[in-house]
């Protein structure tokens, strides 16, 4: 995939359960970073959760409510207006099925700005999860931006409240140039 501009960073997976996935040490110099995800967690059940991201600089995850995000889109039969949450902890980036649904959500993540002292790390999201064609779906798109200008060197995911990840779990993250 390099010939098109992307740069492979790597790959974690959701091996082992675990209730959080981190990137560090990304390198700077990309215009932006791309991350495909593919998301499932291990609870049994079939309730919808939201994964969400966080960043820092040096080996530090800023865990302060120091983001902010907006999100549109729909869940079932019901549709989101654009709004924004302000002094946020983390930046919410995509819906996603249990373990009892039989499929995964993916999604596609931009962010941007990570590496450059004058502005904040933004990141912009599309994605959801179709189960049974009208059982459960998900369709959003998400944003939102962590306030502090550092370079961003280290991400960290988690899958929601009191889950951890699906073996089948897997990030995958580029560099564009």
Do not use: C
């Not at 902890?89 to 099925?97: E, G, K, R, S």
């Not at 999604?107 to 189960?131: E, K």
Request: hydrophobic share 30%; proline share 2%; glycine share 14%.
């Amino acid at each position: 995939m390099s010939k098109e501009g992307y740069f492979f960073i790597g790959t974690a997976t959701g091996s082992g359960n675990p209730s959080s996935i981190t990137f560090a040490d990304i390198p700077s110099g990309y215009k932006a970073l791309v991350m495909m995800s593919a998301v499932k967690n291990s609870n049994g059940g079939g309730t919808l959760y939201q994964a969400s991201v966080q960043f820092g600089t040096s080996s530090s995850i800023d865990t302060g409510a120091n983001y902010y995000w907006h999100r549109a889109g729909s869940t079932n039969s019901t549709t989101y207006s654009a709004y924004r949450n302000t002094g946020q902890n983390a930046v919410y980036m995509l819906d996603y099925p249990g373990y009892g649904y039989s499929t995964m959500a993916s999604a596609r993540s931009i962010i941007w700005g990570y590496d450059n002292t004058n502005q904040q790390t933004m990141i912009s999201t599309w994605g959801g999860f179709s189960f049974n064609g009208t059982t459960a779906n998900s369709n959003k798109i998400w944003s939102g931006g962590w306030t502090n200008t550092g370079v961003m060197t280290h991400m960290k995911i988690e899958p929601g409240s009191g889950v951890n990840f699906d073996t089948e779990a897997n990030f995958t993250l580029w560099g564009m140039k």
